[in-house]
């Protein structure tokens, strides 16, 4: 196993396919984090690839829900893992702003969460 260069290189992706939209929520992330402040890339950016992954994993279950491939299993199927990679961002998101909010003691974990999420959504919409 070869070792990492300087810096964390872990990116996690489901294909080639996949790869600019994974980057893309990635490093509208890391701004809205750099944005806020205090942003520490060994701590935070194993939460940002597992907020990226998990809302690309979502995007693609909303995908399959909307093709016509999906049958009524693999509906609920996917509708279930679509629920579970939304539980997954969530835990994500609390558990980067509590760790924000110990480093940074300024803001509230609640107000952070809030505003981190809407700058998020705000920024999945361009």
């Known amino acids: 196993?070869?070792?990492e260069p300087e810096g964390r290189q872990l990116r996690i992706c489901t294909t080639d396919?996949?790869?600019?939209?994974?980057?893309?929520?990635r490093k509208?992330?890391?701004?809205?984090l750099e944005k806020f402040g205090g942003?520490?890339?060994e701590i935070d950016e194993l939460l940002v690839?597992?907020?990226?992954?998990?809302?690309?994993?979502?995007?693609n279950c909303e995908?399959?829900?909307?093709?016509?491939?999906?049958?009524e299993l693999t509906y609920v199927r996917?509708?279930?893992?679509?629920l579970k990679f939304r539980k997954m961002v969530d835990d994500a998101l609390h558990e980067?702003?509590?760790?924000?909010?110990?480093?940074?003691?300024?803001?509230?974990?609640g107000d952070f969460t809030k505003q981190l999420r809407a700058a998020l959504l705000k920024g999945g919409q361009t």
């Open 78 to 82: 996917m509708a279930d893992a679509k």
């Open 39 to 41: 942003f520490e890339p």
């Open 96 to 109: 980067l702003a509590l760790t924000r909010r110990d480093r940074l003691n300024k803001k509230e974990e």
């Open 28 to 32: 509208g992330i890391i701004k809205v």
């Open 1 to 3: 196993m070869k070792p």
């Open 49 to 59: 690839d597992q907020i990226a992954s998990s809302l690309l994993y979502w995007k």
């Open 63 to 71: 995908k399959f829900l909307d093709s016509k491939q999906a049958t």
């Open 17 to 25: 396919r996949d790869r600019p939209e994974y980057e893309r929520l």
